[in-house]
């Protein structure tokens, strides 16, 4: 029997793996660790069904669900839609083997990832880590969801003073506090602290990057930008904002390069989505037509799909003139959208 705490044996938990036997093996660690309440799902349809009507604290999730949607691609839905609470616990599970590619493949991370095989005295472990942090950090997220943004501020300030382990995201918030109080001098200030303390912390560099831009240093921000990609190739975040600062020069072509860069990345339906969106706005109806038929392929059986995914590769359709292609295309999801009125239209 694993040591535990009955804060964790009282944990609601979620399972979603395709496999029956690693199924069993997960819930034999969360019995293990007294976790009595578990549900289990062997895909993400199954898993968003049972997301939608209780609300869990725990969800183990693996990476390859054997299915068209993956666990990332699960998380960034849930994220999307909003319905996955703040304070569900989210671990990815996944093959060492497959640790890299996986830590890359998405634009919304996990809790924390748990590479396979592991105890049920690791996962114990990594839930009291993450009971630490969320402790710790509480006064400033209850400010946050009262929107009191001045004294979740001071909050910050409180723990930073303490010297506590978790100074880094404290100035984390502070930082990205100041900036939604439209105060991006200050900002800046903050996250020049964290490279101060760490140099080279991707997430302040292109902090950094936003508050100078926001402050209207738009050279200085794109050069951080630039050199943020040049050294972070997989933060996709970086290229982003460089697309946005080519966008408010003018120059489209730019920004559609970098979105492009941006997709090889991470080539996800969401990639190639706002690429598709880009290429239709600047003309290029051949790359706007590739990759709608992407995002359209890549969540054909997934509970990612959306309706407007269809529409826009129709219309790429009809504007290339292929009407029979985009009839075609509507007639293959006109039953699954029908109480869409926009679809519709």
């Given at each position: 029997m694993a040591t535990t705490s009955s804060r964790i044996a009282g944990l609601r938990s979620l399972l979603v793996d395709d496999?029956?036997?690693m199924r069993a093996n997960l819930r034999n660690q969360l019995d293990q660790l007294g976790i009595a309440r578990v549900d289990q799902a062997k895909n993400a349809a199954e898993a968003l069904k049972l997301l939608g009507g209780t609300k869990y604290d725990l969800v183990l999730c693996d990476y390859n669900l054997g299915e068209q949607t993956n666990g990332q691609q699960l998380l960034e839905f849930l994220k999307a839609k909003r319905i996955l609470p703040a304070s569900t616990i989210f671990f990815m599970v996944?093959?060492?083997s497959k640790y890299t590619s996986v830590v890359t493949a998405g634009e919304f991370a996990p809790d924390d990832y748990l590479i396979k095989p592991f105890t049920a005295s690791n996962l114990g472990n990594r839930l009291e880590r993450h009971f630490e942090k969320q402790d710790s950090l509480a006064p400033i997220t209850r400010r946050l969801a009262s929107a009191d943004l001045n004294g979740a501020i001071a909050e910050c300030d409180r723990l930073i003073a303490a010297r506590s382990k978790f100074s880094m995201e404290a100035l984390r918030f502070k930082a990205q506090t100041l900036m939604d109080l439209g105060r991006p001098d200050e900002a800046g200030t903050v996250y020049g602290q964290v490279l101060a303390i760490r140099e080279g912390v991707p997430w302040a560099q292109?902090?950094?990057?936003?508050?100078?831009?926001?402050?209207?240093a738009r050279d200085r921000a794109r050069s951080v930008a630039i050199s943020l990609v040049a050294s972070n190739p997989n933060f996709v975040s970086a290229y982003d904002l460089l697309a946005d600062l080519h966008r408010e020069d003018g120059d489209e072509q730019a920004a559609f390069k970098v979105?492009?860069?941006a997709e090889a990345v991470v080539p996800s339906a969401r990639r190639a989505r706002i690429v598709g969106d880009m290429a239709y706005q600047i003309g290029n109806l051949e790359i706007a037509r590739a990759s709608f038929e992407r995002v359209v392929g890549?969540?054909?059986?997934?509970?990612t799909k959306i309706s407007r995914d269809s529409s826009s590769l129709s219309q790429v359709y009809i504007d290339v003139g292929e009407p029979k292609k985009?009839?075609?295309?509507?007639?293959?999801?006109?039953?699954?959208?029908s109480r869409e009125p926009a679809f519709q239209a």
């Open positions: 496999m029956r036997d996944t093959a060492e292109l902090g950094h990057a936003c508050a100078l831009k926001a402050s209207g979105l492009q860069q890549a969540t054909k059986n997934s509970v985009a009839l075609d295309t509507l007639k293959a999801v006109e039953r699954e959208f």
